[in-house]
């Protein structure tokens, strides 16, 4: 567990639960803890995939898909897809 002196913790965007942890940090601390957060993202969010030894954005920071960087990578993946499928047979 924590030490002692720790009295600030910053925690992910995409910690899912928040609030729970922020209650069994009390807990086990026997110390208020109080929650800021903002659904605001300080660095937007884009997808990639890599396939074929390659990055291909597939969604923008608007949250956008990127028809093109799919369709760029799709026959690497299929074809790794497919083989993926030999090797289970």
Same mark, same amino acid.
């Given at each position: =567990?924590?030490?002692?002196?720790? $009295?600030? @913790?910053?925690?992910?965007?995409? &910690?899912? $639960?928040?609030?729970?942890?922020a209650s069994w940090v009390g807990r086990t601390k026997k110390k208020d803890i109080y929650? @800021? ?5 300080? &660095?937007?969010?884009?997808? +990639?995939?890599?396939? $074929?030894?390659? =990055?291909?954005? @597939?969604? !923008?920071?608007?949250?956008? +898909?990127?028809? =093109?960087?799919?369709? $760029? !990578? ?7 897809? !497919?083989? =993926? ?5």
């Open positions: =567990m924590l030490p002692d002196h720790v $009295n600030l @913790i910053l925690l992910s965007a995409t &910690v899912p $639960n928040t609030y729970e942890f929650v @800021i957060s903002t659904p605001k993202r300080p &660095v937007p969010l884009e997808h +990639f995939v890599w396939a $074929n030894k390659a =990055m291909y954005k @597939i969604v !923008n920071a608007e949250k956008k +898909f990127l028809p =093109m960087g799919y369709e $760029n !990578n799709s026959p690497p993946l299929k074809s790794q897809a !497919n083989h =993926m499928t030999d090797l289970r047979m």
